[in-house]
């Protein structure tokens, strides 16, 4: 009988099968009629078992060495291990040591991402702050638009997985799959929406207007008593479609204006508080990697996320806007993170 290639798994699983029911390996190799040389050998190797990693010695560098890689390292942001050792003209420590060491002084993150502030704009978050820091901020209307995608933010589709366990598969597509606009405000202690803008309605002057009549004004603000209409600030940023002539005259029309209309400061996200209400609705979504199928469906998603957000979260964003206020003067207009 002569010798074939290697065994297949299915041929592995019966000569397991076969010794467990007390066959010899003369008989497995008759029955799978397979030479008795590599039945036997097969036997062997499973008997002998893995051997044992043996654990290398690290790479050992001196003290001084050390203190020279922990500034390099503050020197040099985002820079790769082999950089930094690089520049301390440390050769010869494979990847595996750089790593281990720069762990116990450093962590692995990624840059932050903030709109670009030139002095024009940091002087103007100073007025900004100026004009408004006695302003009751419990009368705001904070507002803004956030878009949702079928796929979410690619790196937020990390997490612990079993030893033994495979990755669940994350379908790849064009544009995370298409995505919804959704329009919200937070006033106080409470949520204003979220409403859906219609699929395919791309947001100018005159969509915007005419979205805020169906949703906003119709929906929420006609049953609001005078009192508050009288008393209540809007704010929207400085987006196109927000910040038009057109807009502005509509929103006038409608009582809004003057120093009932909000000005707003350019590129500065980091001041609008509705901006962390998307972050906790977006982690909500889309926690353990979640994809959505359907624009239909993650439009629920945000609506059954929303309604898990209580008075008090929304109250704890719209009290910090003193403090913001504050920060921008203390950084003389600078970015204040979130």
Not at 175 to 202: N, S
Not at 267 to 286: A, F, G, R, T, V
Not at 292 to 310: C, F, G, I, P, Q
Request: proline share 4%; with cysteine.
């Amino acid at each position: 009988m002569s010798q074939k290639k290697d065994l297949t798994g299915s041929e592995k699983s019966k000569i397991v099968r076969y010794l467990a029911e007390g066959c010899s390996s003369l008989k497995i190799a008759k029955l799978l009629k397979r030479d008795h040389r590599t039945i036997k050998r097969f036997i062997q190797n499973s008997q002998q078992g893995r051997k044992k990693r043996v654990e290398k010695p690290r790479h050992k560098i001196t003290a001084h060495e050390l203190r020279k890689v922990k500034c390099a390292a503050a020197k040099m942001p985002l820079a790769t291990s082999l950089a930094i050792f690089q520049s301390c003209n440390i050769t010869g420590v494979p990847k595996s040591t750089r790593c281990a060491i720069l762990r116990d002084m450093a962590k692995v993150r990624k840059a932050e991402r903030r709109p670009p502030l030139n002095k024009t704009h940091k002087l103007k978050r100073q007025d900004w702050a100026k004009k408004y820091l006695k302003t009751d901020f419990s009368k705001v209307l904070w507002t803004d638009e956030m878009r949702v995608s079928l796929d979410g933010p690619d790196g937020w589709a990390r997490g612990w997985i079993g030893k033994g366990q495979r990755a669940p598969v994350r379908l790849r597509r064009q544009q995370g799959g298409g995505g919804v606009l959704v329009w919200a405000g937070i006033i106080k202690d409470e949520l204003v929406g979220p409403f859906r803008v219609e699929d395919g309605v791309k947001l100018n002057s005159q969509s915007y207007c005419q979205f805020l009549e169906d949703t906003f004004f119709k929906q929420w603000y006609r049953k609001k008593s005078a009192s508050f209409k009288k008393n209540m600030i809007f704010m929207q940023d400085n987006a196109p479609s927000h910040a038009s002539k057109y807009s502005t005259a509509w929103l006038a029309r409608k009582g809004i204006k003057e120093e009932k209309l909000m000005t707003w400061p350019p590129c500065s996200p980091d001041l609008n508080p509705i901006e962390n209400l998307w972050s906790i609705i977006k982690c909500e979504i889309y926690k353990e990697g979640k994809q959505y199928t359907s624009l239909n469906s993650v439009w629920e998603a945000v609506v059954a996320a929303a309604r898990n957000v209580d008075g008090e979260q929304i109250k704890t964003l719209t009290e910090s806007m003193d403090g913001r206020l504050l920060s921008v003067l203390a950084k003389k207009g600078g970015y204040i993170g979130r």
